[in-house]
């Protein structure tokens, strides 16, 4: 058991440590980045349906899930993503590797609990527009994190509830150069916006029986409006810029530090799925959220940027031919395929942003009791090449891996 913790610290010092390039996307200029998690790998493979768990997954979006689970699981993901972003004139590709959650699980009888961590926006952008008098150059990079503690439990048959802290914390910093025809010398604003703060999930699970094997699943889960802290720090330069994009600074000057708060809206899930016991499921989700205000960043936003509430679609299931075939491996493996269509609620010089992906995933059985790989494909686009816009267009291929083991058994003696 200490080895399996000593693990786990681990894992969570390196993933914290690890600073990533969550994205590079332009529309992450916007707000506080781009939304980052999806769910775990298994759910995600399902268009990142939240209903669907059992006693050696994780899900991470609803917490009443812990009351599902039965053996002790220690799950960690990564993913390929493919950028392929498009106007009407040209296009550029980029290919980067982000590490997407690191968690584990641990059943006590039919309560459950569950600590780690996982992104929840990501910024990265470098942008460049150019016109006959003024040339301007963006770049930003970070995000945030979220630290987590949940716990579950079936308070009664088939029915179980949940709930999950969560402390969010990143650093999003900015740089911002404007630069003038005939004139000497740039400005350049540098931005480090440090944000805190925690936010809550609540979750609940009802499982209708039909017949033996199989059931009716009705789930909902909510994060009510949270407020986080935003330090902002600003320095201005005065800067010349050589042809090899070398930068010297000529004066620069520290403003002072400015402190904020940031409304992080509340957000509805409702989820109905019918399955059998180990075998197939198939399911829907509904997502609301309200519109969201991040204006005090009024250093990336503009007249031309709005937010209103958003809602996302989702569809999926998998189907496990037979899970504990002796002979064909193929039956024991779980296929998983979904499709998702999202409505962000960002608008951009009057178009809305939105996005559609769909998703194929294998789970694999691997080594001892019911430890798993699985491997998952997601195709989906973001916005339009309308009113001189970008539509982006992402391929990800992603891996997790799942330890599974039975942890706090009482010893027996005759």
């Given at each position: 058991?200490?080895?399996?913790?000593?693990?786990?610290?681990?894992?969570?010092?390196?993933?914290?440590?690890?600073?990533?390039?969550?994205?590079?996307?332009?529309?992450?200029?916007?707000?506080?980045?781009?939304?980052?998690?999806?769910?775990?790998?298994?759910?995600?493979?399902?268009?990142?349906?939240?209903?669907?768990?059992?006693?050696?997954?994780?899900?991470?979006q609803n917490p009443a899930a812990y009351g599902d689970l039965g053996y002790t699981?220690?799950?960690?993901?990564?993913?390929?993503?493919?950028?392929?972003?498009?106007?009407?004139?040209?296009?550029?590709?980029?290919?980067?590797?982000?590490?997407?959650?690191?968690?584990?699980?641990?059943?006590?009888?039919?309560?459950?609990?569950?600590?780690?961590?996982?992104?929840?926006?990501?910024?990265?952008?470098?942008?460049?527009?150019?016109?006959?008098?003024?040339?301007?150059?963006?770049?930003?990079?970070?995000?945030?994190?979220?630290?987590?503690?949940?716990?579950?439990?079936?308070?009664?048959?088939?029915?179980?509830?949940?709930?999950?802290?969560?402390?969010?914390?990143?650093?999003?910093?900015?740089?911002?150069?404007?630069?003038?025809?005939?004139?000497?010398?740039?400005?350049?604003?540098?931005?480090?916006?440090?944000?805190?703060?925690?936010?809550?999930?609540?979750?609940?699970?009802?499982?209708?029986?039909?017949?033996?094997?199989?059931?009716?699943?009705?789930s909902a889960s909510y994060q009510p409006e949270a407020e986080l802290d935003a330090?902002?720090?600003?320095?201005?330069?005065?800067?010349?810029?050589?042809?090899?994009?070398?930068?010297?600074?000529?004066?620069?000057?520290?403003?002072?530090?400015?402190?904020s708060t940031l409304t992080i809206p509340s957000e509805t899930t409702l989820g109905?799925?019918?399955?059998?016991?180990?075998?197939?499921?198939?399911?829907?989700?509904?997502?609301?959220?309200?519109?969201?205000?991040?204006?005090?960043?009024?250093?990336?936003?503009?007249?031309?940027?709005?937010?209103?509430?958003?809602?996302?679609?989702?569809?999926?299931?998998?189907?496990?031919?037979?899970?504990?075939?002796?002979?064909?491996?193929?039956?024991?493996?779980?296929?998983?395929?979904?499709?998702?269509?999202?409505?962000?609620?960002?608008?951009?010089?009057?178009?809305?942003?939105?996005?559609?992906?769909?998703?194929?995933?294998?789970?694999?059985?691997?080594?001892?009791?019911?430890?798993?790989?699985?491997?998952?494909?997601?195709?989906?686009?973001?916005?339009?090449?309308?009113?001189?816009?970008?539509?982006?267009?992402?391929?990800?291929?992603?891996?997790?891996?799942?330890?599974?083991?039975?942890?706090?058994?009482?010893?027996?003696?005759?």
């Amino acid at each position: 058991m200490i080895k399996y913790f000593s693990t786990v610290i681990l894992l969570l010092v390196s993933f914290s440590i690890y600073a990533q390039e969550g994205t590079f996307s332009p529309y992450s200029f916007l707000g506080i980045g781009n939304d980052s998690f999806k769910g775990t790998a298994e759910n995600r493979a399902m268009g990142g349906l939240s209903s669907a768990s059992d006693s050696i997954h994780l899900n991470l979006q609803n917490p009443a899930a812990y009351g599902d689970l039965g053996y002790t699981a220690l799950a960690a993901s990564m993913t390929v993503n493919s950028l392929n972003t498009e106007t009407n004139s040209q296009s550029e590709s980029q290919t980067y590797t982000t590490f997407d959650y690191l968690s584990i699980g641990i059943p006590f009888n039919r309560f459950g609990v569950g600590v780690g961590l996982k992104p929840v926006t990501s910024v990265g952008y470098n942008i460049e527009t150019r016109d006959a008098e003024f040339s301007n150059q963006f770049e930003g990079k970070g995000g945030l994190n979220s630290v987590y503690f949940s716990a579950g439990t079936e308070l009664f048959n088939n029915f179980k509830i949940g709930g999950s802290v969560n402390y969010n914390f990143g650093t999003l910093d900015y740089q911002n150069i404007v630069s003038q025809a005939q004139v000497q010398y740039a400005t350049r604003e540098i931005i480090k916006n440090e944000i805190r703060g925690f936010t809550f999930d609540l979750g609940v699970m009802k499982d209708f029986k039909i017949s033996k094997n199989t059931y009716l699943r009705a789930s909902a889960s909510y994060q009510p409006e949270a407020e986080l802290d935003a330090t902002i720090n600003r320095r201005l330069a005065s800067v010349q810029i050589f042809t090899n994009n070398n930068v010297v600074v000529i004066d620069e000057n520290k403003l002072p530090e400015n402190t904020s708060t940031l409304t992080i809206p509340s957000e509805t899930t409702l989820g109905l799925g019918l399955g059998e016991t180990r075998k197939w499921y198939i399911g829907a989700d509904y997502v609301a959220k309200d519109a969201s205000n991040f204006n005090d960043l009024d250093f990336n936003f503009n007249s031309d940027v709005s937010y209103n509430a958003s809602q996302t679609f989702k569809l999926g299931g998998f189907f496990t031919p037979r899970y504990n075939d002796p002979v064909r491996f193929y039956n024991r493996l779980t296929y998983r395929a979904g499709i998702r269509f999202e409505e962000t609620g960002l608008n951009y010089r009057g178009e809305d942003i939105n996005e559609f992906g769909i998703t194929f995933g294998v789970g694999i059985p691997a080594g001892r009791v019911f430890t798993n790989a699985n491997i998952g494909v997601e195709y989906f686009t973001r916005g339009t090449k309308n009113n001189n816009l970008i539509e982006e267009n992402y391929l990800s291929v992603f891996l997790s891996f799942s330890f599974n083991d039975k942890w706090f058994i009482k010893s027996k003696f005759n």
